[in-house]
C-alpha cells in the first residue's frame, strides 16, 4: 500500500451505509466519478451483505482505498484479518476496545501490509484516546458521532 495514502493530505471518504451492493455499487460509481478518494463499506452494508461487499468494491476500485467500519469491540485480528483478505485497506476498532484488542487489530494491519482506523466515539476523553491509540500503532485516529447520537431529540 502506498505511503502517500498516509502523506496528511486531505481524502474525502464516502461511507456506504446502505445495506445491499444493489444500492451501494450505483453511489460508489457515481462518487468515484466525482472524485472521492475513499470508499467505505460502512457498517449496514457489512452487516447486510458481509465480506462480500468489501471484496466486491476492491475488486470495482482497486485503486482506490476501501475502509471496513466494523467497529470492532473484541477479537482484533480475526476480525481485521478477515477483512484485509477481503480486500480491505483499512479496518476500524474502537476506542473504547481493550487495549489487547486495539493491538491486534494493528498487528493484523501490519502483517497484511494494511492500516488499522481508530474511532473515539463516545470517548470520555477523545483527546487522551487518540493519543493512546496512536502509541498503540493505530495508523488513523476518526472522530465520530453515531447516527443515533445526530438524531436524538429531547423530547
Request: glycine residues 8%; contains cysteine.
Amino acid at each position: 500500500m502506498p505511503e502517500a495514502l498516509l502523506d496528511g493530505s486531505a481524502k474525502v471518504q464516502l461511507s456506504l451505509d446502505l445495506q445491499t451492493m444493489a444500492d451501494a455499487l450505483p453511489t460508489a460509481e457515481i462518487a468515484v466519478r466525482a472524485g472521492v478518494d475513499w470508499l467505505e463499506v460502512g457498517t449496514p452494508l457489512i452487516l447486510g451483505e458481509g465480506l462480500h461487499a468489501v471484496a466486491a468494491l476492491h475488486e470495482k476500485y482497486p485503486s482506490h482505498p476501501i475502509i471496513a467500519d466494523l467497529k470492532t469491540m473484541d477479537a482484533g485480528y480475526l476480525e481485521a484479518e478477515m477483512m484485509y483478505r477481503a480486500g480491505a485497506t483499512f479496518v476500524v476498532v474502537m476506542g473504547q476496545a481493550h487495549e489487547h484488542t486495539i493491538r491486534e487489530a494493528v498487528r493484523a494491519a501490519r502483517a497484511y501490509g494494511r492500516y488499522t482506523m481508530g474511532d473515539i466515539m463516545l470517548c470520555p476523553d477523545k483527546v487522551a484516546t487518540a493519543r493512546t491509540m496512536e502509541t498503540l500503532g493505530v495508523d488513523v485516529v476518526i472522530v465520530h458521532t453515531g447516527l443515533d447520537e445526530r438524531h436524538w431529540e429531547i423530547g
